[in-house]
């Protein structure tokens, strides 16, 4: 495994979907910190300590994360069949089965990271305005929710990875559902039942940007681990060749 997992990541470094990720990640960041910047009542948002970080995470996984993870899980998956190269890679031969756990838990990773990536621009942002005011506690709880989010929000896609693998259509597909996908968590987020079963707004009950009572939490990692589940047996089903 580890030598396809060493292969994969070889792969994503010639890919600019990276990039494009990273560039999605820092743009949402710009945009939110531009929006603290508007008066309310006297005073603006960003004036606030903790605000950035707090407002960042919905506005990043409803608009923007969640399609560019999925994006790249759904190229890594993809290409071999658009590029032609699987007929190749089965001569060597290659077990398809384990290339695509790999290619998964590298989706998982890049997931995490590019979170993790969004908790470093925005405690950056927070200890250059209001060092003083951020307790050691707070910031530990918000690298635990953006870690969370990472994880959580794989699992909330995965499904539509393993979906648009199993349509062999453009991975750009994976992209765009994805977006509608998460756009929607808006409007199921106004409901608190809603909330904790749709897998995007139950995101946020794991992470614990949302107050929710143990029932919510338990609907929602239920919600969120048939989301695994399903991307496995989604997954299960593509005709891999089993040679090692």
Same mark, same amino acid.
């Given at each position: 495994?580890?030598?396809?997992?060493?292969?994969e990541r070889?792969k994503?470094?010639?890919?600019n979907?990276?990039?494009l990720?990273?560039?999605a990640?820092?743009?949402?960041?710009?945009i939110?910190f531009?929006?603290?910047?508007?008066?309310?009542d006297?005073s603006?948002?960003i004036?606030n300590?903790?605000w950035y970080m707090?407002?960042?995470?919905?506005w990043?996984?409803?608009l923007?994360l969640?399609a560019?993870i999925a994006l790249l899980?759904s190229?890594?998956?993809?290409r071999?069949?658009?590029?032609?190269?699987?007929?190749s890679l089965?001569?060597i031969?290659v077990?398809?089965?384990k290339?695509?756990a790999?290619?998964m838990?590298?989706?998982f990773?890049?997931?995490?990271?590019i979170?993790l990536l969004?908790f470093?621009?925005?405690?950056?942002?927070e200890?250059?305005l209001h060092?003083?005011?951020?307790?050691?506690?707070?910031?530990?709880g !918000?690298?635990?929710a953006?870690?969370? +989010?990472g994880?959580a929000?794989f699992?909330?896609? /995965?499904? =539509?990875?393993a #979906?648009v693998s199993?349509?062999?259509?453009?991975?750009?597909?994976?992209?765009v559902?994805?977006?509608m996908?998460?756009?929607a968590?808006?409007?199921m987020?106004?409901?608190n039942?809603v909330?904790?079963?749709?897998p995007?707004t139950?995101v !946020?009950?794991?992470?614990?940007?949302y +107050?929710?009572s143990t029932s919510q939490?338990?609907l /929602?990692? =239920?919600?969120? #681990?048939l989301?695994g589940?399903i991307?496995?047996?989604?997954?299960?089903?593509?005709?891999?060749?089993k040679?090692?």
């Amino acid at each position: 495994m580890g030598a396809y997992l060493w292969a994969e990541r070889q792969k994503l470094r010639r890919s600019n979907i990276v990039w494009l990720a990273v560039f999605a990640t820092v743009m949402v960041a710009v945009i939110v910190f531009l929006g603290g910047q508007e008066v309310y009542d006297g005073s603006r948002n960003i004036d606030n300590a903790g605000w950035y970080m707090t407002t960042t995470q919905p506005w990043a996984t409803f608009l923007v994360l969640p399609a560019v993870i999925a994006l790249l899980g759904s190229y890594m998956i993809c290409r071999e069949d658009q590029d032609d190269t699987l007929k190749s890679l089965r001569l060597i031969p290659v077990n398809e089965i384990k290339l695509t756990a790999a290619k998964m838990m590298i989706t998982f990773l890049f997931s995490v990271l590019i979170y993790l990536l969004l908790f470093v621009i925005t405690f950056s942002v927070e200890a250059v305005l209001h060092f003083s005011d951020l307790s050691t506690e707070m910031v530990l709880g !918000f690298l635990k929710a953006y870690f969370l +989010d990472g994880f959580a929000v794989f699992l909330a896609i /995965s499904p =539509i990875v393993a #979906l648009v693998s199993h349509m062999k259509k453009s991975y750009w597909l994976g992209l765009v559902i994805t977006e509608m996908f998460s756009f929607a968590g808006l409007f199921m987020s106004m409901s608190n039942t809603v909330k904790a079963i749709y897998p995007i707004t139950a995101v !946020f009950t794991i992470s614990g940007y949302y +107050d929710a009572s143990t029932s919510q939490v338990i609907l /929602s990692s =239920i919600s969120l #681990l048939l989301c695994g589940c399903i991307s496995v047996l989604i997954l299960k089903s593509l005709k891999h060749s089993k040679e090692s």
